[in-house]
């Protein structure tokens, strides 16, 4: 069977290749200097593609389409996109109906889509749009971008949606959940075929669009599932799984196979390993963690300096290629942490079981061992496969009180000598250019029926921080190791930022009356980033540069990671819940073997797209789940009628209100100006402030208020706030923004 299927994948491999070759001539021909517009058949006889090989022509055709490499005009002839000022992307609609697509040349601004523009395309959509007024008139408007029209859709981002049934005098209606996609989709209900249950006005239910051809009449579409009540226990979670398409069982071939590995780690697998199970190794993980797949152990060394064991679950050991386990972790891509679960990658007699760190039990771990002189440099790393035996497992709040009181025990010293290595790891980190873009977290935390009681903020303490930098040692040394060797893997890469998405960041914070130089130097971005530290709007801000960085992404070449500021890195800690980290493991364990020679790049570059992908639906998916959750915990108190006062921060004042944040539960709402009853207030733009007409009381940009709840729009995924105190409380001098 294995034959087989390593056959198949070589076979593949050359049908690649020639696929690449073919898709190189195609860019190369319609690149020519003298190029007129072809057809298929034209593009044939020019590439000297016969008819009996022509079905690859058409599907190279359709793949570079798809992929905005080339573009199809009238009659079917195909062009480069910027040759007739088309523009190949997907499209990101607002939920007031106008839209954005991103244009990939360097400087250049998203291309603005008005809503009447935007045809049939959804949100998500990959689209091609023409540029009908281009950069030069927008400037001449006064308008900050080139518009456009969508004229084809690709490829549709979803084939169906998660809503609400409603119903009208005449008909029913699916109010869709995601509000960028901002039409209501038409359905019959009862629906045909029959479901098992009829749903009700008011249930979560899952629809499948129909074609939809024209923007003058809404989409229709028919209803294949129905959640259950928008109220019921869990059927809200339950429409994000469905609305982002995750899995909520493991086929039975994976789970047959899970069940034939042993719940505990024989002898005979011992073969081959370091045994370091007399070592003092530790784990460090969230409170309510379920799978622990790293851990630590440190000392110092005579001399001066420190030798760090880092010590990962050797998932490779029970997952192997082209098994059933395999192509189901690869196809999840990740696990999924929503507020009331986990989406695991691997099934728990895995993840939870044998390949989980669990104190006093024989574990295998893939280990990296790295020796740092006293100034905190890496001396030396070695590499190798290991079994451990876990001698504490440690919570992060029960690693923060040790490390806040003196040593009384091995623990307590070990974990301070540990501290200290990382705290000069840290301090270097950042001496080398690091962007600190630490943020804190607000965890959700659920009664026995799923609700929302309360919101936790979660600091990123020095036992996270000693965590997190033993990890990145380990993620650069593995890849500096594989890029050293050419053992083809997946890299973490964080590109370089686009100068002109810097310079638009600058201009909002000259606004806030920061002094600020030239972003695309990296030592500004740290004074910047510096500078925020401790002030109101500090949360705020950083976000806004997230927004103009690119994104962080897998890729088989190791470009580099410029929010880290390193320029090897790679993902290898977390192999329980990352499929990238698997990978990794795999090309570190055969890193001196023969076999490396046949690993297919192509293979590793769209393994590397994959899970980018699935990383991201997993990212919207968690985010939009502890949204919810915060929603629903503000609703709870609307509907108890009691409440919480909360300390907000004022971000920007506008003429209908303030825009506010409250640091405790990480969440923006508005405080509208219907709201200030004591006075009539009038709006200052220049200062950026309300002014009460007769109290001359004022409201600015930094001030600390404390609010309460006064209404939760659940469509819009808005909370509108109420001042809870006669006069807003001033930042004190160390708040203040600096002038």
Not at 211 to 232: C, Y
Not at 293 to 317: C, K, M, N, T, Y
Not at 541 to 564: N, T, V
């Amino acid at each position: 069977m294995r034959n087989r299927l390593r056959a198949e994948i070589d076979r593949l491999a050359i049908v690649k290749s020639e696929t690449t070759q073919l898709r190189e001539q195609i860019l190369r021909v319609l690149s020519a200097p003298k190029y007129r517009p072809l057809d298929k058949d034209e593009l044939a006889k020019v590439l000297g593609r016969k008819s009996g090989v022509r079905m690859g022509l058409n599907e190279v055709l359709r793949q570079l389409e798809q992929s905005g490499e080339i573009a199809r005009i009238r009659k079917n002839r195909y062009v480069l996109p910027a040759e007739a000022d088309l523009v190949t992307g997907t499209l990101h609609v607002h939920q007031a109906g106008f839209a954005f697509l991103p244009r990939e040349k360097p400087g250049e601004q998203d291309l603005y889509i008005s809503a009447e523009n935007t045809g049939t395309a959804m949100h998500g959509d990959k689209v091609v749009a023409r540029i009908t007024r281009d950069d030069r008139y927008a400037r001449a408007k006064g308008r900050d971008r080139a518009e456009g029209r969508v004229i084809r859709i690709l490829e549709r981002a979803h084939d169906s949606i998660v809503g609400t049934l409603e119903q009208s005098k005449n008909f029913f209606y699916v109010v869709p959940d995601d509000p960028r996609i901002v039409h209501n989709v038409y359905v019959q209900v009862p629906p045909q075929p029959p479901l098992p249950k009829t749903p009700d006005r008011g249930d979560k239910v899952v629809v499948r669009l129909e074609p939809w051809e024209s923007r003058h009449v809404n989409p229709e579409g028919q209803i294949v599932e129905v959640l259950g009540p928008s109220s019921a226990p869990g059927v809200d979670m339950l429409s994000i799984i469905r609305k982002y398409h995750l899995p909520t069982e493991f086929p039975k071939a994976v789970l047959e196979e899970a069940h034939q590995i042993p719940e505990t780690v024989a002898e005979e697998m011992f073969a081959g390993r370091e045994d370091l199970r007399t070592k003092f190794i530790v784990t460090i993980d969230p409170d309510d963690a379920r799978d622990f797949d790293d851990a630590i152990d440190v000392e110092r060394i005579p001399g001066g300096g420190w030798r760090l064991g880092v010590h990962i679950a050797d998932v490779s050991a029970y997952v192997k290629p082209l098994s059933a386990l395999d192509r189901e972790a690869y196809k999840r891509g990740n696990s999924v942490y929503l507020p009331d679960r986990v989406i695991p990658m691997l099934p728990e007699r895995l993840s939870n079981g044998v390949c989980s760190l669990n104190p006093d039990v024989n574990r295998l771990t893939h280990s990296v061992f790295l020796e740092f002189s006293k100034d905190g440099r890496t001396k030396s790393a070695r590499f190798g496969r290991t079994v451990i035996r876990s001698a504490r497992r440690l919570t992060y709040r029960e690693a923060y009180a040790i490390l806040k009181a003196p040593p009384n025990d091995q623990l307590g010293e070990r974990l301070h000598v540990a501290w200290e290595l990382a705290s000069l790891l840290r301090k270097n980190r950042f001496k080398d250019g690091s962007l600190d873009l630490d943020f804190p977290e607000v965890k959700v935390r659920l009664d026995a029926e799923g609700k929302p009681i309360r919101l936790e903020r979660i600091e990123n303490d020095e036992s996270h921080q000693l965590v997190e930098e033993f990890m990145l040692a380990a993620n650069e040394a593995v890849a500096r190791e594989l890029k050293n060797r050419m053992v083809p893997t997946v890299y973490r890469v964080h590109e370089d930022p686009d100068p002109q998405r810097l310079a638009e960041y600058r201009e909002l914070i000259l606004s806030y009356n920061y002094k600020v130089g030239d972003l695309t130097k990296r030592t500004e971005l740290q004074r910047l980033l510096a500078s925020l530290a401790g002030k109101p709007e500090e949360q705020a801000l950083k976000i806004g540069l997230l927004k103009s960085l690119k994104r962080a992404r897998y890729a088989p070449q190791p470009f580099g990671h410029y929010g880290l500021a390193k320029n090897n890195y790679t993902h290898f800690t977390s192999p329980i819940r990352r499929y990238a980290d698997l990978v990794v493991h795999r090309g570190l364990a055969e890193r001196d073997q023969s076999r490396r020679a046949r690993t297919d790049m192509g293979q590793i570059t769209a393994t590397a797209e994959h899970i980018s992908d699935t990383e991201r639906v997993a990212a919207e998916a968690e985010m939009d789940g502890v949204k919810m959750k915060k929603l629903e915990f503000f609703q709870r108190q609307l509907d108890a009628r009691d409440p919480q006062v909360f300390r907000a921060t004022v971000l920007e004042v506008k003429n209908f209100g303030l825009l506010v944040e409250l640091p405790d539960v990480l969440l923006t709402g508005l405080v509208h100006v219907s709201s200030l009853t004591d006075d009539f207030y009038r709006f200052d733009a220049a200062q950026r402030r309300l002014i009460g007409r007769q109290s001359r009381r004022r409201f600015s940009v930094g001030d600390t208020l404390r609010v309460f709840v006064a209404r939760v729009d659940t469509f819009k995924r808005q909370v509108d706030f109420a001042i809870a105190d006669e006069q807003p409380a001033k930042p004190r001098p160390s708040q203040r923004r600096r002038r």
